[in-house]
């Protein structure tokens, strides 16, 4: 449906700033597969990877942050969100 409104009215969309609620593992891939970017926060019981691969998914809660890390953020990875 957000693709067909988007696509309709031709909205330019590059970026999509969403709350928790609207993070949902179908509407981060679609949002990702339209080749768009988004930022939100997530729910602290999300698997995530911030190792690259080298470490198991852990919970978003159990990651350890650095003083920049805090400041600016970290890229990481959601379990079942596929990588482009």
Do not use: F, H
């Amino acid at each position: 449906m957000m693709v067909n409104v988007v696509k309709k009215n031709k909205i330019p969309v590059k970026k999509v700033l969403m709350d928790s609620w609207y993070a949902t593992q179908r509407l981060m891939a679609l949002i990702d597969n339209l080749g768009n970017i988004y930022y939100c926060p997530l729910k602290s019981n999300r698997l995530v990877d911030d190792s690259g691969g080298v470490k198991k998914y852990q919970k978003l809660e159990e990651l350890k942050w650095n003083e920049l890390e805090l400041e600016s953020g970290k890229v990481i990875k959601i379990k079942g969100i596929p990588v482009r």
